[in-house]
């Protein structure tokens, strides 16, 4: 047995291998799920006196891909991370604000169901109560289509993470007019952990020349802004607890930054942050405390 054979048989019996499905992709290592995914979550129920009572609502974009392909080829089985899906949308009910769900084409929305807190009753209910949407949400590409010029029922749009968030939304042409008309006409954008890789789709051209909203040749609508994020140096770690089946094809806080955000943080240990309209989360950590930021901010710009 060589070296590597030895290594390799370390890493199974300390729970460090990731984990291969029946389809052949792979979650993450029992070691880090024990780690990076506890089953409770630290959701501390608060309770909002000014709740919102009018009609406009919140829009989730939420990824519809499942399958991150590594660097080595290894298929890592992802989506949008529950909690940090699940702990805000606890928040923005207690607040009094309704979630529309959105993917890019109206496909079901990809949960990272191995990352499910299965001992939160509160995580559960809310997740009960929005399976329907899950599974049949709206479609962003109908909504710029027929809806979005002349819509004014949202406040915000809200980007879970996963590194599902990775997967489609970031190159969606729909999705960049949706954030830079939501940044337009003054809505919040909320993203955590790997959600803000989404924002890159503001930055995309047209690949209409003839719609007015063309971005060729305009300034990132986030650049100057400061914000958290899941940050590289350890998605690049990742892989050696097993978390992730091999390196990511790519990185999307490096993108960011050479669009001129200034990401601030250097580790996932439940940051948030608030700049302007743009309120971010570094993790699931960040959860509970982004949502009860997200919550507050637009109870008081809006209550």
Known sequence: MNIQD????????????PQETESGAYIPSKSSLKIAAPNKTNYDNTEYDNRYTGNKKIMMVCTEQQYMTMENGNKFDTGNHPVEMMVPLLHFKQAGFDVDVFTPTGDSVKV??????????????????????????????????????????YVAIFIPGGHGAMLGLPEDYDL??????????????????????????AN???????????????DFIFKGYKMVAFPTVMDKQMPKIG????PMPWYFAEKLEDLGVTISNKLASGQTHQDRKLISG???????DF????????????S
């Open 6 to 17: 030895l290594l390799d048989k370390a890493k199974d019996t300390l729970g460090l291998e």
């Open 112 to 153: 990272e169901q191995w990352a499910m807190p299965d001992k939160d009753e509160d995580v559960k209910a809310i997740y009960s109560e929005y399976e329907s949407k899950l599974n049949n949400p709206k479609s962003i590409a109908d909504f710029v289509k027929n809806d979005m010029a002349d819509s004014d029922e």
């Open 176 to 201: 960049g007019e949706l954030l830079r008309w939501g940044h337009k006409n003054d809505l919040f954008t909320l993203a955590i952990c790997h959600g803000p890789a989404a924002l890159l789709a």
């Open 204 to 218: 995309l051209e047209s690949p209409d020349s003839f719609k007015q909203d063309d971005n060729a040749n305009k």
């Open 243 to 246: 978390y992730l089946p091999g």
């Open 282 to 288: 570094d993790g699931p950590l960040a959860a509970n």
């Open 291 to 302: 949502g009860k930021m997200s919550a507050k901010a637009l109870l008081k710009e809006f």
